[in-house]
């Protein structure tokens, strides 16, 4: 069973910036695509930003023109570049990698907390 990691998580004040990175314990292929979701104390996970393998991306109407989601390779096959972070940003954020065939992996998650 491959496993995802996250790693770049971490306190920073508001304004600042994090780059989230998503390692696979193992080269993961047929990607389909791949993502970003968060989640807040108290509240459900929800999605920050996908990208498919042929560059297509969408985000959260909260963070666009904040964060840019970026594809790797098959051992570390996403990124997650936050700008100009907020208070509201903190949160648990999680990177998921979607197959070929709807196989989905999650990592554990890393925690994102912005705060003066």
């Known amino acids: 069973q491959v496993q995802l990691v996250e790693s770049g998580g971490g306190l920073v004040q508001p304004g600042g910036s994090l780059r989230l990175s998503c390692a696979a314990s193992?080269?993961?292929?047929?990607?389909?695509?791949m993502g970003w979701y968060r989640q807040a104390p108290g509240k459900q996970r929800e999605l920050v930003a996908t990208?498919?393998?042929?560059?297509?991306?969408n985000y959260a109407d909260s963070v666009k023109g904040r964060f840019t989601i970026s594809r790797g390779n098959a051992k570390n096959p996403v990124y997650l570049q936050m700008n100009s972070l907020k208070p509201e940003d903190t949160a648990v954020y999680y990177c998921?990698?979607?197959?070929?065939?709807?196989?989905?992996?999650w990592g554990q998650g890393t925690q994102v907390t912005v705060s003066s």
């Open positions: 193992a080269s993961i292929f047929s990607i389909n695509a």
């Open positions: 990208i498919t393998t042929s560059g297509s991306s």
């Open positions: 998921n990698v979607i197959q070929v065939g709807a196989r989905a992996y």
